[in-house]
């Protein structure tokens, strides 16, 4: 079997003296789309944190494309491959649409562009000369990923890209993401309410008090909601 892109080995992270990451596993494969799901507080947000070196973990080792990166500066395992989408949207807001694609641009290593762009999010061409702050909540999301998009990430973290969207728009972000899975991009994604994952993710791990509980084929959590009931019954 191929070796996974990203490899997470029994992370422990810490806020102070809080012991928040207690030994999270988890493994990605280039193309996959993976969904850590989790009710408020689990953990998603220290976990992508940890892998992008922000609230580094304190032991255990991450693997990427085989090389450690535990311990590595964010800066530098960016740019090995590691984009993350964070869960506050990171635009300018007086920049329109255009203007922020440009800015990411002056930094974009391949061959992403603003064509590419709006290739993965035809909602956005309409609205290029539209400054940022006048999008939807949704819109705002589809223009910050393409923004990270640009640093040509092997791999993508998106921390609950859908949280606070209208059901509407949190499909049409699905369609999005399914385009970026087509096209072969890798994903890890977080979600407390994750049906609009049904269809887009290929596995999924359930983190709960900073351990993962149950791992195993997005199909199996469709099939078998009892799984989701049982550690997210607090949640929503
Ligand atoms: N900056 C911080 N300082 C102290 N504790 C934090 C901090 N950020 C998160 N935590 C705690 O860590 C736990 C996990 O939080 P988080 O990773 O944000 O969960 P999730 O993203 O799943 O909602 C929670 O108990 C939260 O209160
Ligand atoms: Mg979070």
Redesign the pocket.
Known sequence: MKNPLLAVNNIHTY??R?H?LQGINLEIYSGEVVILI??????????L?SIMGIQPSKNGSILFAGKEIAGKPSWEIARLGIGLIPENRRIFPDLTVAENLEVAMKSAIGGYNKRSAYGDFPELYPLRDRPAQNLSGGEQQMLTIARTLMGNPKLLLM??PTEGLAPLLVKRIAESMVRLRDRGQTLLI?G?NITFAFDLGDRAYI?DT?TIEWSGEMKQLREQPEILERYLALSN
Do not use: W
């Open positions: 806020y102070d809080s928040i989790g009710r408020q507080g689990a953990g998603k947000t220290t976990t944190l921390d609950e977080t407390h983190i900073g």
